[in-house]
């Protein structure tokens, strides 16, 4: 019994060290390589078995996910920071370029954005406290007359989603280029001159479903990584 009871806390801390080695070594595969790096190959940056990889997180989006908790508090502390700004105006524009900064710089967190879908978990939990700072974000805006009123929160979405593949060309060759297109954006999101809209903003099932397509036109293409019964 007393040999038993040394093992366990030694059993315990073997199994947080093998944990955060994977975290670790998925943070970095991932970085370089995409979200759809090799299972295997993470397993062997780690210095553990598939088997211990699996005992640990039994698919690609259980390991996504711890990684993800790691990154959320950087977002959601991005967002606090533009609704403590008085100036309404100044604190989206600084939120939009603290935001898209942090992506330009992670690529791992501009893959899980457009490739996993909201759901449960800490994903979904996530996803829905930011929709909610967003919300925040833009009411504040609104309030204040300093952002066009027919802008909502899913083209917010939308304008930050739609930065991903400006960042993903012009990484190497001109990695802040993505600041010129903001601008000349922010500068049509006033509400001086601002031209009316005809089309009305996408609602919840409209920008799921879009996500959805662009999902599966992104990630198509890629060849099947990792373990496909358990790894996807």
């Known amino acids: 019994m007393a040999r038993a009871a040394h093992r366990e806390p030694g059993s315990r801390r073997d199994a947080r060290r093998n944990r955060a080695a994977l975290v670790t070594a998925a943070s970095a595969a991932f970085a370089e ?10 397993a062997r940056r780690a210095g553990v078995g598939t088997a211990t990889l699996y005992r640990h997180f039994p698919n690609r989006g259980a390991l996504v996910e711890a990684i993800f908790a790691e990154r959320v508090d950087e ?16 604190g989206f524009v600084r939120f939009l370029e603290a935001t898209l900064e942090l992506q330009s710089r992670d690529r791992i967190l ?38 066009r ?9 939308l304008v930050l989603w739609s930065f991903a593949p400006v960042i993903d060309a012009t990484a190497e060759v001109a990695p802040t280029a993505w600041r010129r297109h903001l601008h000349w954006l922010l500068d ?7 031209t009316p809209q005809s089309e009305a903003p996408l609602d919840d099932e409209q920008f799921a479903e879009a996500m959805r397509r662009r999902r599966e036109q992104r990630f198509q293409q890629r060849p099947a990584t990792g373990r496909p019964a358990r790894g996807s």
Do not use: C, M, N
């Open 33 to 42: 390589h995409g979200v759809d790096t090799r299972l295997d190959e993470i």
């Open 75 to 90: 977002f959601f502390a991005l967002a606090e920071s533009a609704l403590e700004e008085p100036d309404a105006w100044a």
């Open 110 to 147: 501009r893959e899980i954005f457009v490739r996993y879908p909201p759901g449960e978990g800490l994903l979904g939990e996530a996803r829905q406290q930011l929709r909610e700072l967003f919300e925040k974000v833009v009411g504040r805006a609104h309030a204040q007359g300093v952002l």
């Open 149 to 157: 009123p027919d802008f909502d929160v899913p083209d917010l979405a």
């Open 188 to 194: 049509g999101l006033r509400p001086e001159g601002a």
